[in-house]
C-alpha cells in the first residue's frame, strides 16, 4: 500500500484519490477541510470506539467466569436477572418515551412493503435492488416454483402462462374487488368519468372501493391502469398485440406490483472488502447510486447490455392531474459494525475504526442526492438512511448517534439529516431494546430482527454455560419467540408504528418462492411492515402479503398484548443434560462443516461475500457471514464442551471438503480444497471452527480478513 498525508493521517492513495476527484467533486465540501475534519473525529471517537470494545470483552469474561462458577447447576432467571443487572449488561428501564425523527421518506414510515438486501460492491446486484421497486406478477409467477411444475421448453410456454394469469387475477380480486364478478372473466377495461369500469360478456362492474383506480397512462390498446391498496400500487399493463395480451379478452398483458419499497446496499455483511482497494469499489458504487449515474454493462445471450436506474413512472390521475411515483426503491447503506478497524486510513502509526470511516465515505456520497431539486431521487425528504449493525446495548447506540452528529458537522448538513436503522441482533441489544432506541430517539427510523447473528451472539454469550441444542432446534427455543415478539413490542412502545420500520429478516431460500409464499406472509402478520428478500422476484411475490394484510390494522392491536418475557429472552438454549446419539452429532458436524466451506471458499478465494450455497443436501441456501457466525459458533461450543473433537473437526472437514469441491466442479474460478486441504480457504474454515471461542462476539470478520488478504496476496 502507498501512503499519503493528509491532516495528520496517512491515508492509502487510492482512497484518497476517490475522495478527491470523484466522492468530494460537485460538492461544496473541500478536500482540505474534508480531512481535517476527518482526523479531528478520529482524534475525539476512536478511542471511545475502542473501550466499547473492551467493555463488549469484559463483560462476556464476567459472563463467562459467572456459568463456570455455577457449573452443573440449573438455570436460575431471578440469579441470572440480579447478576446481569449488576454487572451493567441489563440497562435500568427509563420512562416510556415516542420517537421523534422526522422529515423521512414515506416507504421509511407509513408504507408497508418488502425490503432487499444486496451487497452495494456488486454494481449489478445494486442496480438490479434499486430498480426492484416494480416487479412483473407474470414473471415471479411464471419463472419460479410459485407455481407448481417448470415451464416446458425454451418457448413460452402457454398453460403455465395460463396459469400465472390465473393466479394473478385471484390475487386481484382479493386486492382490489369489483362489485360483482372476477377479474378472470373480465372482458375490457375503460376509464369513464374518473373510474375505471371492467365489463364483462353479459354486463359491466366497477371496483368495489373506486378510490382503489388512482391513474392512467399510455393510449390506445397500449396503455396502463393504476390500482391502489394498502399504500400499495398495481399495475395493469394491457397490449393485445403481446402473446400474454392476446390470450386474454381484455389484452392484459401483465400485473405490474409495485415491490421492494426500500433496499439496503450492504457495505457488511454480504460483501468481502478487506482493504483500500475494495473499499473504494464499496464507495464508488454507492455514490454512483446516489448521483444516479451507475451503469454496468455485461453479456447475456450473446448481446451486450447496460443496465442503470430506472426513471420515476408518470400516470394521468382522475382529476387530468401528474402523478408522478418513484422508479425506485428507496436505498439505505448498511455501514459495518464498530468492531473492525482499517488500514485504509491509519493514525499515528494505527488503524483506525473501519465503521468511522463507512460512516463518513458513505454520507458524504449521499451529498450528491441531497442537493437534488428535481427529477428521480433517492430521498425526497433530504434523508440520509444508514443500517448500523452488530451494536452492543444502549451505550453503543448512543456512540453511533454521536458519531453521525459529527459527520454530519463535518460535511455541513443539519442535524438529523442522517437517519440510523439499529438491527436487534445481538443478545444485550435484543434485551435492552427500548434503552436503545431511546439513544437514537430522534434518528432511529429502523429495527429488524435476524435470526442467524441473534443466534450466534446467543451461543457466544453462552459459551461457558453448557452444549446448546443443534442449530435446526435454535427455533423453537424459548427465547427466540420472545426475540421476535419483544422486537414488534419495543418498537411499538416507542411510537414507531406509521413513522418507521419494524422490519423481519431474510428468507434464504431463493429457489422456494412457494414455500415462501406460504410462510414469510407470517412477517406481516407479526406487526412488522417489512421484511428481507433475497432477489426482486422475492420482492414481487412478498409485496402479495402486504395486500393480504394490512399492517397498521395489526400493530394497533398489537399494541395492547403483554411485553414478550424478558426471562424467555434470557433462557440460554443448552441441552442441560440431555444426551445426543452418536449419529445425530457426526450429521450435525457435518452439516455444518459442509455449510462453513461452502461459503468460506468462496469468501476466501474469490471474494464473494454472499451467494447461492449447495447446503450439504445440494438445496442452495443463500450464505452470508450471519449464517457462518452461527454454524461456527455451534460448533466452536461442541467443541469447548466435549462432544465433538479436533479430530473428528478435522475428519469432517476434510470429507466435507471433498463435497465442495463436488458442487463447485463447474466454477471455471474455483480453486478445489483437496487433495492438499493446506489452503487458505480450508484453514480459514478450520480456524473458525477451533478458534471461534475466542473470536470476539463469535464474529466471523477477523478471521476471514486475514484469510482472505492472504489468498489475494498469493494470488499476487
Known amino acids: 500500500m502507498t501512503y499519503v498525508n493528509r491532516a495528520e493521517l496517512s491515508v492509502d492513495e487510492q482512497l484518497a484519490k476517490f475522495v478527491e476527484t470523484e466522492l ?18 478520529l482524534q475525539d471517537l476512536a478511542p471511545e470506539n475502542a473501550r466499547l470494545l473492551a467493555k463488549r470483552e469484559d463483560l462476556q469474561s464476567q459472563i463467562d467466569a459467572w456459568h463456570a462458577d455455577r457449573a452443573g447447576q440449573p438455570y436460575d432467571a431471578q440469579a441470572t436477572r440480579a447478576f446481569l443487572t449488576q454487572i451493567g449488561y441489563l440497562a435500568a428501564q427509563g420512562a416510556p418515551f415516542e420517537i421523534g425523527t422526522g422529515p423521512v421518506d414515506p416507504e421509511m414510515s407509513s408504507l408497508a412493503g418488502p425490503q432487499l438486501v444486496v451487497p452495494v460492491m456488486n454494481a449489478r446486484f445494486a442496480l438490479n435492488a434499486a430498480n426492484a421497486r416494480w416487479g412483473s406478477l407474470y414473471d415471479a409467477l411464471y419463472g419460479t416454483d410459485a407455481l407448481p411444475g417448470a415451464p416446458k421448453g425454451k418457448a413460452y410456454d402457454t ?7 390465473a393466479w394473478a387475477a385471484e390475487f386481484l380480486d382479493g386486492a382490489v374487488p369489483l362489485v360483482s364478478g372476477s377479474h378472470k372473466d373480465a372482458q375490457s377495461y375503460r376509464v369513464e368519468d374518473g373510474a375505471l369500469i371492467v365489463a364483462f360478456a353479459d354486463g359491466e362492474t366497477t371496483l368495489k372501493d373506486p378510490a382503489a383506480y388512482v391513474g392512467q397512462s399510455g393510449a390506445g390498446d397500449k396503455r396502463s391502469y393504476l390500482l391502489a391498496h394498502n399504500g400499495l400500487h398495481i399495475e395493469l399493463m394491457f397490449d393485445p398485440a403481446h402473446p400474454v395480451g392476446a390470450a386474454s379478452a381484455s389484452g392484459l398483458r401483465d400485473v405490474v406490483l409495485e415491490s421492494a419499497l426500500t433496499a439496503i446496499q450492504d457495505c457488511e455483511d454480504l460483501i468481502a472488502a478487506v482493504d483500500a482497494e475494495d473499499k473504494v469499489a464499496v464507495y464508488r458504487n454507492w455514490l454512483g447510486l446516489m448521483k444516479g449515474d451507475l451503469a454496468e454493462s455485461f453479456e447475456k445471450g450473446g448481446k451486450v447490455m447496460t443496465r442503470a436506474l430506472n426513471p420515476d413512472r408518470s400516470f394521468t390521475a382522475p382529476d387530468g392531474s401528474t402523478l408522478t411515483l418513484p422508479g425506485r426503491a428507496v436505498l439505505l447503506v448498511r455501514n459495518v ?21 463507512d460512516a463518513v465515505m458513505t454520507v458524504a456520497g449521499a451529498l450528491h442526492d441531497l442537493a437534488k431539486t428535481d427529477g428521480p431521487r433517492n430521498s425526497r425528504a433530504g434523508s440520509v438512511y444508514v443500517v448500523k449493525p452488530k451494536m452492543h446495548g444502549p451505550e453503543e447506540v448512543a456512540f453511533a448517534d454521536t458519531l453521525y452528529a459529527r459527520v454530519e458537522d463535518l460535511l455541513g448538513l443539519a442535524c438529523g439529516t442522517v437517519k440510523l436503522g439499529v438491527m436487534d ?12 432506541i431511546r439513544a437514537v430517539k430522534d434518528r432511529i427510523v429502523f429495527i429488524n430482527t435476524g435470526f442467524l447473528d441473534r443466534t450466534g451472539d446467543e451461543i457466544h454469550t453462552c459459551m461457558a454455560a453448557g452444549a446448546v441444542v443443534p442449530k435446526a432446534e435454535m427455533r423453537t427455543s424459548a427465547w427466540l419467540t420472545a426475540y421476535e415478539d419483544g422486537n414488534v413490542d ?4 416507542s411510537g414507531m408504528a406509521g413513522r418507521a420500520q419494524i422490519g423481519k429478516g431474510m428468507w434464504a431460500k431463493p429457489d ?20 428481507w428478500v433475497p432477489s426482486p422476484t422475492a420482492a414481487t411475490l412478498h409485496a402479495t402479503h402486504y395486500h393480504a394484510v394490512n399492517v397498521a390494522a395489526v400493530q394497533e392491536t398489537l399494541k395492547s398484548r403483554d411485553y414478550a418475557s424478558q426471562e ?4 440460554p438454549p443448552l441441552l442441560n443434560g440431555r444426551n445426543l446419539s452418536a449419529d445425530s452429532v457426526a450429521r450435525e458436524l457435518d452439516m455444518n462443516c459442509q455449510s462453513i466451506l461452502g461459503y468460506v471458499v468462496r469468501w476466501v478465494d474469490q471474494g464473494i461475500g454472499c451467494s447461492k450455497v449447495p447446503d450439504i443436501d445440494d438445496v442452495g441456501l443463500m450464505e452470508d457471514r450471519a449464517t457462518l457466525r452461527i454454524s461456527s459458533q455451534a460448533l466452536a461450543n461442541w467443541l469447548c464442551h466435549g462432544l465433538i473433537s479436533e479430530a473428528q473437526i478435522d475428519e469432517s472437514l476434510r470429507r466435507m471438503a471433498l463435497a465442495v469441491d463436488r458442487q463447485n466442479a463447474t466454477d471455471p474460478a474455483y480453486t478445489p480444497m483437496a487433495p492438499a486441504y493446506d489452503g487458505p480457504a480450508f484453514l480459514a474454515a478450520r ?25 489475494k496476496a498469493l494470488k499476487g
Open 24 to 41: 468530494l467533486a460537485g460538492t461544496s465540501v473541500q478536500a482540505q477541510d474534508f480531512w481535517a475534519g476527518y482526523s479531528a473525529l
Open 159 to 165: 398453460a403455465r402462462g395460463a396459469a400465472a394469469v
Open 337 to 357: 459494525g464498530h468492531l473492525m478497524t482499517t488500514d485504509a486510513v491509519m493514525m499515528a502509526g494505527a488503524e483506525t475504526p473501519e465503521g468511522i470511516m
Open 425 to 436: 441482533e445481538e443478545r444485550r441489544t435484543s434485551v435492552n431494546l427500548r434503552e436503545c
Open 490 to 493: 419495543a418498537g411499538l412502545a
Open 512 to 531: 422456494a418462492m412457494a414455500e415462501m409464499l406460504e410462510v414469510k406472509i407470517g412477517h406481516p402478520k407479526s406487526g412488522a411492515n417489512t421484511a
Open 568 to 571: 424467555a429472552l434470557l433462557t
Open 687 to 711: 480456524d473458525l471452527i477451533v478458534q471461534g471461542a475466542a473470536q470476539p462476539s463469535g464474529y466471523t470478520e477477523p478471521l476471514l480478513h486475514a484469510w482472505r488478504r492472504k489468498a
